[in-house]
């Protein structure tokens, strides 16, 4: 482990049951977290790459449930299991040293409560915060969050807001007990193109003055592109690739990873039809053998049916495929 290491995944396995069967929505991800680095997690849905996230948090609800591996977090000066923490050391971890940014604003905050009650709420749990000192505190981190209007917003519901504002009130959530490790699930799905980047410029501007360590799951490229220095590409559970931004975009190793690429619009040519990756996700429920992707990969071979590949090292990159074997 190096000395800035924040956060290190080992052998992370996340299985939902049906009766007698079992769905491995995270099936033995590992991954490490640098002192203010971004990473990226990357994949189509249903491939685990929020699974994963929730996992971090031990906010995997039943059926679901997280069967074994590591999570081990840099707390006070040394690596703590999250997954053997009690629950009421848990409390302190979420939201106040990891905190989560959720795909949907308007489903994740409470439409009951006014958006100072809400964004309040860690700083009163993690910092013990009240009255006068609450509220300037309040204030100050929507305005961080790029809120204009703070006083108004705050004073709101969140109905009363637009999309742009709903998600900028989730980050002022999720930044207002100052944590160690921003959590960010497709943050900016709902939101339209101009909002979107508008979002993305904020959060790469918070985490350079904050210096914030952040995982950034998505499915759309250009947004890991823009925000991340490391990338993982989760398929069916697992990490099939991982590896600096740079060389992932300019050199993709494993055909996944190429064919999510290759379906990016070109602003620099005209073409009537985008390439596709043929087929579905694979079902978590009853996987393919062998290599999960090879019913969907045009250089699959016989061993890519029968047996899984395993780890190889190329250029200081990784990546599980028959391919590099």
């Not at 999309?163 to 799905?189: C, F, H, N, Y």
């Not at 975009?249 to 619009?265: K, V």
């Not at 990969?297 to 391919?323: F, H, Q, S, Y």
């Amino acid at each position: 482990m190096t000395e800035d290491l924040l956060l290190s995944i080992r052998d992370l396995h996340t299985y939902f049951f049906r009766g007698k069967a079992v769905g491995r929505a995270v099936e033995g991800v590992s991954f490490d977290v640098g002192s203010s680095e971004s990473i990226g997690l990357v994949g189509e849905s249903g491939c685990g790459k929020s699974v994963t996230a929730l996992s971090i948090l031990r906010l995997v609800s039943r059926p679901g449930k997280t069967v074994s591996g590591e999570i081990k977090f840099e707390r006070g000066g040394k690596m703590d299991d999250l997954l053997l923490l009690p629950e009421q050391e848990m409390t302190k971890v979420r939201g106040g040293e990891i905190s989560m940014i959720f795909q949907e604003p308007f489903t994740a905050l409470n439409p009951v409560f006014r958006v100072e009650t809400q964004v309040g709420e860690a700083a009163r749990v993690h910092l013990g915060l009240e009255g006068k000192g609450l509220q300037m505190l309040v204030m100050k981190t929507l305005s961080d969050a790029g809120v204009k209007d703070a006083e108004r917003v705050a004073d709101s519901y969140p109905h009363e807001l637009s999309g742009g504002l709903r998600q900028r009130v989730m980050i002022a959530m999720a930044l207002i007990s100052g944590p160690k490790l921003l959590i960010a699930d497709e943050p900016t799905t709902a939101l339209d193109v101009t909002v979107q980047a508008q979002i993305l410029d904020l959060l790469a501007d918070i985490q350079l003055k904050r210096k914030l360590s952040v995982i950034m799951v998505s499915h759309d490229l250009g947004i890991i592109n823009r925000i991340c220095d490391r990338v993982n590409i989760m398929y069916s559970g697992r990490i099939v690739e991982s590896s600096p931004k740079n060389a992932l975009f300019s050199n993709p190793l494993h055909p996944y990873t190429a064919g999510l690429l290759m379906s990016i619009p070109s602003l620099s040519k005209i073409e009537r039809r985008l390439p596709a990756i043929s087929g579905n996700v694979p079902d978590l429920f009853d996987p393919p053998a062998g290599c999960r992707f090879h019913p969907r990969c045009n250089k699959a071979m016989d061993i890519c049916k029968k047996t899984e590949p395993g780890e190889t090292v190329v250029d200081g990159r990784m990546v599980k495929c028959w391919l590099y074997k």
